[in-house]
């Protein structure tokens, strides 16, 4: 019976605060609310801030559910509380919000980014492996936070970072391999920033004329789409492709990765080839044929290209592009027979 509670444990812990939540919601609908507002208005504002999230920290407690989604549930409740509470009857619900919820988030911040670093500490110390933000930065993501709020969070963080925060050179290592220098994609990214701000410009302008609030509207999407493919540009440079520990890491900036087993690949192969849709080969880079390839990697059993927020995309071909073409294929090949060799 124990076995069966513990089992059922996060089940419980998503559904009892949402039946707390109804309740509440249903009690702030009644005649006896209407009849003792302040009242009731005080309690159910404790509820919504207090008992709710104190239960369901008690119930994910021990659990493989980070603790930190305690915030999205009172989050929650200062949104429930704010729509069923009478404006008049919001006093310490307002303080609540003016004072305790910016501090609550500016300590999961600075705790996030804590672990983000000593993350990449840990990399580093480790002599085999090479150091990579985006990863570090996804692996204290997992334990803090939902598993479906991790990769939109990492990748605007990431943008952030590689765009506006990192500007230091990337020194690459003998098992380093960079895919930027010779493909265009760089300048065909900073070619399409380019067309978003004049188009911005352009429509800002007509927009304007018929209305202002939805002509800047307008326009912060558009510089926040240019500053989010600004730091995909940043990002590829700082993410090359990396052989080691018996695996092959492929990333194309924050876009687009996968990680190769070395005992899993077949072959590797030039191909310049257009792909065909029946091909049935995938290809790292996102931009598909505006983007060539030089190099095909096939695989004896399926693996995953890991996409922009998250989305998966299986495989048994991969196209890829490398500047360093012919060292990259020789190294890999000799990586493979050499794990082959040991295996035996």
């Known amino acids: 019976m124990t076995k069966s509670l513990s089992l059922n444990r996060p089940t419980i812990a998503l559904a009892l605060p949402l039946l707390l939540f109804l309740a509440l919601i249903l009690l702030a609908k009644s005649t006896a609310f209407s009849q003792h507002t302040s009242a009731l208005s005080l309690g159910i504002i404790a509820d919504l801030l207090f008992t709710i999230p104190l239960v369901y920290f008690l119930l994910i407690r021990k659990t493989k559910i980070p603790n930190t989604t305690v915030v999205p549930v009172l989050i929650i409740g200062v949104i429930i509380g704010s729509l069923i509470i009478p404006i008049e009857n919001q006093y310490y619900l307002a303080l609540f919000k003016t004072w305790a919820l910016p501090f609550i988030e500016l300590a999961i911040l600075s705790f996030i980014i804590f672990k983000v670093r000593k993350a990449v500490k840990a990399f580093r110390s480790q002599k085999e492996t090479t150091p990579d933000f985006f990863t570090a930065l996804k692996d204290s993501c997992y334990e803090l936070l939902p598993r479906g709020a991790v990769m939109p969070f990492a990748t605007?963080?990431?943008?952030?970072?590689?765009?506006?925060?990192?500007w230091r050179k990337r020194i690459l290592k003998p098992n380093e391999f960079t895919h930027h220098k010779n493909s265009g994609a760089i300048a065909l990214l900073a070619v399409f920033i380019l067309i978003v701000l004049v188009e911005t410009f352009v429509i800002h302008l007509l927009l304007v004329r018929w209305s202002n609030i939805v002509a800047w509207i307008f326009t912060g999407l558009s510089l926040?789409?240019?500053?989010?493919?600004?730091?995909?540009?940043?990002s590829i440079p700082k993410r090359p492709y990396v052989l080691e520990n018996n695996q092959l890491k492929l990333r194309y900036g924050i876009l687009n990765e996968t990680t190769i087993d070395l005992k899993n690949i077949e072959s590797i192969e030039a191909f310049s080839k257009s792909i065909e849709k029946e091909d049935g080969i995938a290809k790292l880079s996102p931009l598909g044929e505006l983007e060539s390839h030089n190099l095909l990697i096939t695989l004896k059993e399926e693996n995953t290209l890991i996409g922009l927020y998250g989305i998966k995309r299986n495989y048994n071909k991969l196209a890829i592009f490398v500047d360093q073409k012919n060292e990259f294929k020789k190294m890999l090949e000799a990586a493979i027979l050499s794990t082959s060799q040991s295996g035996k």
């Open 156 to 166: 605007e963080v990431a943008v952030m970072y590689y765009g506006f925060i990192s």
């Open 224 to 234: 926040y789409t240019a500053m989010q493919v600004w730091g995909i540009i940043k």
